[in-house]
């Protein structure tokens, strides 16, 4: 411990390192219920690709784990600490290094917050699409390691999708340099994608070049009732068998509509057992969501509201991004899962979820991209309640079984970490994990980067 | 050499094995110059995932190594025989399993014709993008081994794009499943994307999930005259710019643009100095084109012609696709370089290439896939000329080295194969070769895949 700390200061200015306990414990874990977290022996964050060298050098000469962190806002546990690890933080490399119109492209650090990157690329016109939920705080590095998603992803896609090149310290403290700045480009292994989603096990994600595109027109949207979540999907299928390319296209359930309104009054229709919201930023929106009340009409919607003005559009995505906030309030606690399916099959997974709420006479409200196939089911359950949250770990289990079964995987854009790491092998097969397993050994032969994280 | 072909054939059907040196010699190699290849063993042709397993695990047991082979169209000897290989040709798995409409997926075989699968999807309204100049006669198995492009790139990207899962046959004969059928999905490392581009490296695919799009509006086309390249790079960077999304924007320079004229007599203007092509399938297409229109002129664009229908725009896309056939009757032999920079720095690529044409006294023709940036250089030489030989080779070399000074990649949709394995590592830098042979050997540690290719 006294050798980490004296080789670790060696490299870093002193503000640069935490090692009073109450402030590294504050760093050891991330959003995720049912994780284990280990204590940290030192945070460090480090403002330049030097100082990560240096943290990797000595983390390798005396053989310490590391844990790479962006602002913790993850759902999988991916970010949590093990006992005695370096804790790395980088959400002090927080620049903007460079944006270009012409090439469409952003160069960043690490820890720039996900909103503020959108804010400046904004202002040239331009559009960074990943969103998830977290995006007012989520840092861009946070979004590499876990592959995050978001509300646009019906339309835009994920981040792997924007990810063109990246800087990475290599468990060793070496530099490697993967993709590029180009728009095309299939010089060798896509290392670049193989990092992206690698929860931080491969390498730490120092510098990006990330793909832009023009700003949309703003986007449109409309509220759909139904009177089952079935009809809903049924819906959502129509919507995309007929070639439309919604901006956005979620569906709340009638436990999540309730807690939304119980929340914050949103005026959100009390009596309905799905809510379908529906967005567009096509030339004409209008009439694209013409288009689509019209089939959620003939899929049995009740009530079909277009909003009138963007304003109106963004109180309606306000009550979806509401969801996972108001159903908090439910119970003391709440596990959020992440299982997609094939669009074909969001109905069955969410009748399924229904069927093994009431199995554990659990409250598990469904907020999903519907669009995408992807849902969140998230299970409400007093922690403090042995028997209630052993229902929970169960249910929480049987989701991802249901998800599997129907041709899904268990995690749409939340990530494996901790939470899932028992069930990836379910999903790859044992052929699946031996590669990954052997990836993981070219790339970090001593197991030091993120250890107990995937598999 | 008996043992072999007592093996396979004691897991695959007489019509499946081609032992004849004449029509095995047929199958040495694909499309590229200046590319060794060697005498094949033996040319297998699979028609079901056990008997391609059962030649991997012949070829693993006899230590014989495997060249997979879609059409042989790939321009850099990827699909090269070596001394004593199987070729193990996929084209005989050609069947399309499955196209779904709501979950906007097609389940292909490899041995799959581009163009089969684009019409298929289109009867259901649907459309696979990636369309490589090839793709009346290239496999979709192919198209991923090399992770290849084509016209659509500048809108809807890269055959990688559309690859959501893989069933591969590993050197050993196991059988690996990567990726998915849902529209989004994390979980573990993206094996899929690593195939991807590996020019059958890895593993042999024999089963492919693609996503698919919405078939959209014939696109229209205009044509543009310019006094210079320089001129028509400037419109490219600021169409660009200025938040266009088009189809198409391809450039022909003044010599591809004689040599189409004189193989087709096109009516292509003899007197340009550059042809600037572009297309929209917006639902607004002749206003987008006015926009451009507009743009070319401010760049000093001597003549603007839209085309006034759909079939005046094929025309134009017709004279664009001839321009590597009509380089080709120039001179007796030709090698298409594939180099590709950012956007903004299209002009300086173009300028040098004519620098370079001009130090070694040759004929070099580029048309572009502009809008990304993803030049094609094609030296025209006499290849029974070993001066003339000698001073194509070198250009094509500096070609890649002024492409990587400018920031870009040696290969933007061609891929490294043979042709440019010595300039991999130029671009990758020592760290990153050394991790891909780390991958290379957690799949095939005995090194029989496609030996001799990319490192």
Chains 1, 2 share one sequence.
Not at 154 to 162: I, L
Not at 186 to 201: H, K
Not at 334 to 351: F, H, K, Q
Not at 406 to 420: F, Q, R
């Amino acid at each position: 411990m006294d050798a980490l700390l004296e080789q670790l200061r060696a490299g870093l200015p002193a503000e640069a390192l935490i090692t009073d306990a109450e402030v590294t414990a504050s760093y050891a874990h991330d959003m995720a219920s049912f994780c284990d977290a280990g204590a940290p022996a030192v945070v460090v964050l480090p403002r330049t690709v030097e100082e990560v060298q240096h943290v990797m050098r000595t983390a390798t000469a005396l053989r310490v784990p590391v844990v790479p962190q962006g602002a913790r806002t993850g759902l999988s546990g991916a970010a949590n600490a093990s006992d005695g690890c370096i804790v790395l933080s980088l959400v002090k490399m927080d620049r903007i290094l460079e944006i270009s119109t012409v090439d469409r492209i952003a160069v960043v650090e690490p820890g720039v917050i996900n909103a503020t990157l959108s804010r400046a690329v904004n202002e040239h016109g331009l559009c960074y699409p990943p969103d998830p939920s977290s995006w007012e705080t989520c840092t861009i590095g946070g979004n590499i390691g876990t592959a995050s998603g978001g509300l646009c992803c019906v339309k835009y896609g994920v981040t792997a999708e924007y990810v063109l090149g990246l800087e990475v310290v290599l468990a060793d403290g070496r530099l490697l340099n993967t993709g590029r700045r180009t728009a095309k480009g299939v010089a060798g292994y896509d290392l670049t994608r193989l990092i992206v989603g690698s929860e931080g096990s491969l390498g730490i994600v120092v510098k990006a070049v990330l793909a832009l595109r023009p700003r949309p027109p703003q986007q449109l949207a409309l509220a759909a009732e139904f009177p089952s979540a079935t009809a809903a999907c049924d819906a959502v299928c129509r919507i995309m068998e007929r070639g439309h390319t919604p901006s956005l296209l979620e569906l709340m359930d009638r436990t999540t509509v309730r807690a939304v309104n119980a929340t914050a009054s949103m005026g959100l229709p009390e009596s309905t057992e799905a809510l379908l919201l529906c967005a567009f930023d096509t030339p004409d929106p209008a009439a694209d969501l013409a288009a689509v009340g019209a089939l959620c009409r003939e899929a049995g919607a009740t009530e079909v509201v277009p909003a009138e003005s963007a304003a109106e559009s963004e109180l309606l995505l306000q009550a979806r991004r509401l969801s996972l906030p108001a159903m908090e309030t439910l119970k003391p606690a709440t596990m959020i899962d992440d299982v997609c399916v094939p669009r074909s099959r969001l109905g069955a997974m969410i009748e399924g979820t229904a069927a093994i709420a009431e199995k554990f006479g659990l409250t598990i409200g469904v907020v999903a991209h519907a669009g995408d196939g992807n849902t969140h089911p998230v299970v409400c359950f007093d922690h403090t309640d042995a028997d209630e949250s052993r229902r929970a770990r169960e249910s929480f289990d049987e989701i991802m079984a249901l998800g599997l079964g129907l041709g899904g995987t268990i995690t749409g854009e939340h990530g494996v970490g901790v939470l899932k790491r028992e069930w990836l092998a379910r999903e790859l097969g044992e052929v699946g994990v031996e590669l990954q397993r052997g990836i993981k050994a070219a790339f970090d032969p001593l197991g030091l980067l993120n250890p107990g994280k995937l598999f």
